[in-house]
């Protein structure tokens, strides 16, 4: 009696098939991880060194309040609501544009233009969103002069 299907050795399936597979939720992670990194970076230099139970409580504290305005715990101090259009250009959203753009250069030999423009669109808007949101540093533009203008808490004022 003749095989209907071939003999075939097992043949055991590599990584990159599982990346291949993998690779819109690796894609969504990195952009996700981008968004709390940005929104969240100023306001966790505060925690360093405590328990990871505060930490988690101060995370928590800067991703809500920077968002909504609404600290959670508040023993852990309070963060305001912010809306920072000049954050949007930031290191996440300049590698996710470059990411985009390497992905639109119509030479055929690169590798993987299709995985990059895919992890280049989630970067762009977790930079954009995030950077949204993100606490203005402490020395900002003025856009009207050319001086920098400085925060007046932290000048020291002299009396004469």
């Keep these: 009696m003749k ?3 071939s003999r075939r050795a097992y043949i055991k399936r590599g990584v990159g098939r599982r990346v291949k597979s993998n690779w819109g939720k690796i894609s969504m992670l990195a952009g996700t991880g ?3 990194q940005q929104v969240t970076a100023k306001d966790m230099h505060t925690s360093s060194g405590q328990p990871i139970a505060n930490r988690a409580q101060n995370f928590v504290n800067a991703l809500v309040g920077r968002i909504t305005g609404y600290n959670p ?3 852990t101090g309070q963060v305001p609501q912010t809306i920072n259009p000049e954050g949007m250009f930031n290191k996440w959203s ?3 544009l470059a990411m985009i753009l390497y ?3 119509p030479v055929k ?3 993987h233009k299709g995985k990059a423009k895919t992890l280049g669109k989630s970067l762009l808007t977790g930079g954009i969103l995030g950077g949204l949101f993100d606490a203005p ?3 900002s533009r003025n856009l009207i002069s050319n001086h920098r203008t400085v925060n007046p ?3 020291s004022v002299s009396t004469i």
């Design 73 to 75: 715990f508040p023993a």
């Design 34 to 36: 981008a968004f709390l």
């Design 103 to 105: 992905g639109m250069v």
């Design 94 to 96: 300049g590698s996710g």
């Design 137 to 139: 540093s402490l020395s």
């Design 153 to 155: 808490s932290m000048e």
């Design 109 to 111: 030999f690169l590798p």
């Design 3 to 5: 095989r209907r299907t």
